[in-house]
């Protein structure tokens, strides 16, 4: 079974779960013992990350779920987004606002990559991907993908309840979700250039005089709460457009994964729906997101440490975990190992803080 750990944890003898690449070249090969040269230059490229390593001792107690191709396949999109972004944040860099031209260019290519999406069963919150420039304008991308995306009916039917409302255009299906997705990708366009004190209205002034009114909306008015009393002007949910609304959740809980643990994170989003957030939207990121993924360890409410085995679907917040630890981090006997269980299971269970 892999074990997460901090790449300073690791120690001559070590075994990594899964080959190690960069780029696409294989930098160290899987299930053979590290030896203090190749300990050394991981930790001196990536300090401060994650990999994954084998733990054989538990493997014999528990199959744990395989979600290698899942993480590739969202990697994979997280870089695709990272190439959406880069130009934007290099024009803005240089000081000057993206001319029609270029958001033009910006609105195609986000329309090209999102036809070549799948809408993902799951979002894994992997600690050991490798950090990548604009990582976390590229995860917007993703998380408003996969929340207007997976909600299609439900964004259909508030499209026309605008449409009766403000005879504004129907649901367009992915000519809409390109605007969503470039609504993503110029969310922070602002931040980009030092102007981050005006957020999110000063956004608009990087880009040119006109442009679409789903895109105007969705950017003015995506810091607006649900319950009203937002930014910039306190508009309710009734008022606002409803992809407005899905970049609100997911920038949202893109800035949480910035200052809090990944379940947490997820935990103070959900918290806040009805009030900051749309309950339908705060559901449906419960049911997208796992934010412990397979070989993490999670600390629970009696102090023993669980370490997760298995994801349940449609809640991110309940996975399969193996007790396998005790307060201090220490191995358990043999017979008081617990699980596999999801915490649902468990009354007298919870992870720790949440």
Same mark, same amino acid.
Request: hydrophobic share 45%; charged share 25%; net charge neutral.
């Given at each position: 079974?892999?074990?997460?750990?901090?790449?300073?944890?690791?120690?001559?003898?070590?075994?990594?779960?899964?080959?190690?690449?960069?780029?696409?070249?294989?930098?160290?090969?899987?299930?053979?013992?590290?030896?203090?040269?190749?300990?050394?230059?991981?930790?001196?490229?990536?300090?401060?990350?994650?990999?994954?390593?084998?733990?054989?001792?538990?493997?014999?107690?528990?199959?744990?779920?395989?979600?290698?191709?899942?993480?590739?396949?969202?990697?994979?999109?997280?870089?695709?987004?990272?190439?959406?972004?880069?130009?934007?944040?290099?024009?803005?860099?240089?000081?000057?606002?993206?001319?029609?031209?270029?958001?033009?260019?910006?609105?195609?290519?986000?329309?090209?990559?999102?036809?070549?999406?799948?809408?993902?069963?799951?979002?894994?919150?992997?600690?050991?991907?490798?950090?990548?420039?604009?990582?976390?304008?590229?995860?917007?991308?993703?998380?408003?993908?996969?929340?207007?995306?997976?909600?299609?009916?439900?964004?259909?039917?508030?499209?026309?309840?605008?449409?009766?409302?403000?005879?504004?255009?129907?649901? =367009?299906?992915?000519?809409?979700? $390109? /605007?969503?997705? *470039?609504? +993503?990708?110029? !969310?922070? %366009?602002?931040?980009? &250039?030092? @102007?981050?004190?005006?957020?999110?209205?000063?956004?608009?002034?990087?880009?040119?005089?006109?442009?679409?009114?789903?895109?105007?909306?969705?950017?003015?008015?995506?810091?607006?709460?649900?319950?009203?009393?937002?930014?910039?002007?306190?508009?309710?949910?009734?008022?606002?457009?409803?992809?407005?609304?899905?970049? =609100?959740?997911?920038?949202?809980? $893109? /800035?949480?994964? *910035?200052? +809090?643990?990944? !379940?947490? %994170?997820?935990?103070? &989003?959900? @918290?806040?729906?009805?009030?900051?957030?749309?309950?339908?939207?705060?559901?449906?990121?419960?049911?997208?997101?796992?934010?412990?993924?397979?070989?993490?360890?999670?600390?629970?409410?009696?102090?023993?440490?669980?370490?997760?085995?298995?994801?349940?679907?449609?809640?991110?917040?309940?996975?399969?975990?193996?007790?396998?630890?005790?307060?201090?981090?220490?191995?358990?006997?043999?017979?008081?190992?617990?699980?596999?269980?999801?915490?649902?299971?468990?009354?007298?269970?919870?992870?720790?803080?949440?």
């Amino acid at each position: 079974m892999p074990l997460i750990v901090k790449l300073e944890q690791l120690r001559p003898g070590a075994a990594l779960a899964e080959p190690l690449t960069h780029n696409g070249q294989l930098l160290l090969a899987a299930h053979r013992p590290l030896n203090p040269r190749e300990i050394d230059a991981v930790q001196a490229r990536w300090a401060g990350g994650h990999i994954k390593i084998v733990e054989p001792t538990l493997d014999a107690r528990v199959a744990f779920d395989d979600d290698l191709e899942m993480r590739l396949d969202l990697q994979a999109r997280l870089e695709e987004a990272v190439g959406l972004v880069s130009p934007v944040a290099r024009q803005l860099a240089s000081g000057a606002p993206l001319s029609e031209a270029q958001l033009k260019a910006l609105r195609r290519a986000v329309r090209e990559a999102l036809a070549r999406w799948r809408q993902p069963q799951m979002i894994i919150i992997d600690p050991t991907a490798p950090p990548t420039p604009y990582h976390r304008a590229a995860r917007l991308i993703l998380f408003a993908f996969a929340l207007g995306h997976g909600l299609r009916e439900w964004v259909g039917e508030e499209r026309e309840r605008l449409t009766l409302a403000r005879h504004s255009l129907t649901w =367009r299906g992915l000519t809409d979700l $390109e /605007q969503l997705g *470039t609504a +993503a990708a110029l !969310a922070h %366009a602002d931040t980009m &250039i030092g @102007d981050a004190a005006e957020h999110p209205m000063g956004c608009l002034r990087c880009l040119p005089e006109k442009i679409p009114p789903i895109l105007h909306a969705t950017l003015s008015n995506h810091h607006e709460d649900y319950a009203g009393g937002g930014r910039p002007k306190g508009t309710p949910a009734r008022d606002l457009h409803v992809f407005s609304r899905i970049l =609100r959740v997911a920038d949202a809980f $893109e /800035q949480a994964l *910035t200052t +809090a643990p990944p !379940a947490l %994170a997820l935990k103070q &989003i959900i @918290d806040e729906a009805g009030r900051a957030f749309d309950p339908t939207l705060t559901e449906r990121l419960r049911a997208l997101i796992q934010p412990l993924a397979v070989g993490s360890r999670a600390r629970l409410c009696d102090g023993r440490v669980a370490v997760v085995v298995g994801y349940r679907p449609k809640d991110g917040l309940d996975p399969k975990l193996l007790i396998a630890y005790d307060a201090r981090g220490r191995r358990l006997p043999e017979a008081e190992i617990e699980g596999p269980l999801h915490l649902s299971e468990r009354a007298d269970l919870s992870l720790h803080g949440l």
